[in-house]
Nanobody, 124 residues
Framework: QVHLVESGGGSVQAGGSLRLSCVAS?????????VAWFRQAPRKEREGVSCISARGGSTSYADSVKGRFTISRDNAKNMLYLQMNSLSPEDTAIYYC????????????????WGQGTPVTVSA
């Protein structure tokens, strides 16, 4: 069972930056999991933000965050990161990290393990 805990959320003004982190525990083979960031804004469905393959060789981004967000991972530390720059109010949401044993992509239903989320609020 993979246990995921996010941190790093907060409030920031438009144009600012935040770095989200997600630590995985309960697993000795973190490097075998694809991991991803999702977000859910009020009254909206959960959407995929970015994903990274098990060894980190492949990454994908939603069009809305391309060029502004960067996903990375440190398998030695069981860590996942999301560097978010040039934030806008449209990025306001709860951000979740998720892990999948055999899927790489941004379909939330394909992910087996989820964190509790960290809120991000961007003010104009």
């Amino acid at each position: 069972q993979v246990h995921l805990v996010e941190s790093g959320g907060g409030s920031v003004q438009a144009g600012g930056s935040l770095r989200l982190s997600c630590v995985a525990s309960g697993v000795t083979t973190y490097s075998m999991y694809s991991v991803a960031w999702f977000r859910q804004a009020p009254r909206k469905e959960r959407e995929g933000v970015s994903c990274i393959s098990a060894r980190g060789g492949s990454t994908s981004y939603a069009d809305s965050v391309k060029g502004r967000f960067t996903i990375s991972r440190d398998n030695a530390k069981n860590m996942l990161y999301l560097q978010m720059n040039s934030l806008s109010p449209e990025d306001t949401a709860i951000y979740y990290c998720a892990a999948s044993g055999g899927y790489y992509g941004l379909t939330p239903e394909q992910y087996n393990f989820w964190g509790q989320g960290t809120p991000v609020t961007v003010s104009a």
